[in-house]
């Protein structure tokens, strides 16, 4: 089957830097997105990995090892907008999404 | 319009009842998706259209049915509804189903059951 894990929740402190870690299992894989959700509202693309290596973006990066079927999103110089859940979403061989749960993070001050 | 739209906002319904939920973007994007959101899972997909006149099923299609009779609208009906559809409807749409083209998201239905 298909599976896609994330913690289900986080906590940092607003400044700091968080990891949040993806692994999946999927039948093929073109391609993981990153997706922000703040509570109430729609989900937002954050980035996009397909190759193997680390994709910067401001204060947000993503890496990807294809190997080990893992993810990772680093959020630095945390603020409190960046509470939110972050989603990690797989594209599998028929080209959909396969979404994990997503990770709750909540930032304190 | 500016992007995806979805209407209603949220709804509350009862059990057996026909049920609609509109989805328009204005992006000409070719690929449009259905999604379904539920505490402590991730999101679903319910059906798909990768071009108009074309439609697919997704994970969890049963009891709902869409129609892509252009590009613009990708309507999502519920012929009966009942309890466990009771959920976050998202609309989601995409230029191309290749490359690194990402999915924007619609700002949801929240729609109850009961």
């Known amino acids: 089957g298909q599976n896609i894990d994330q913690p289900t929740e986080m906590t940092a402190t607003e400044g700091a830097i968080v990891q949040i870690n993806c692994t999946y299992q999927t039948s093929g894989f073109n391609g993981l997105f990153w997706y922000q959700q703040h509570a109430g509202e729609a989900p937002t693309f954050l980035s996009y990995n397909v190759l193997d290596g680390l994709e910067e973006k401001g204060r947000f990066s993503s890496f990807l090892s294809r190997s080990k079927g893992y993810s990772y999103l680093l959020l630095k110089e945390l603020q409190m907008k960046d509470s939110a859940s972050y989603l990690c979403a797989v594209r599998d061989s028929n080209y959909q999404l396969i979404w994990g749960a997503g990770t709750k993070l909540i930032i304190k001050p | 319009i500016a992007g995806i739209t979805q209407a209603p906002t949220s709804q509350i319904l009862a059990a057996g009842r026909r049920m609609t939920l509109r989805c328009t973007q204005d992006?000409?994007?070719?690929?449009m998706y259905w999604y379904r959101q539920d505490l402590g899972l991730g999101l679903r997909l319910i059906h798909y259209?990768?071009?108009?006149?074309?439609?697919g099923k997704g994970e969890v299609p049963d009891g709902y049915s869409v129609s892509r009779a252009n590009t613009d609208d990708f309507p999502l009906t519920l012929a009966s509804a009942v309890p466990s559809q009771t959920s976050v409807y998202f609309c989601a749409s995409r230029l191309g189903t290749s490359g690194s083209n990402e999915q924007f998201f619609g700002p949801g239905t929240r729609l109850t059951v009961l």
């Open positions: 259209s990768n071009t108009a006149g074309t439609t």
């Open positions: 992006m000409r994007h070719n690929a």
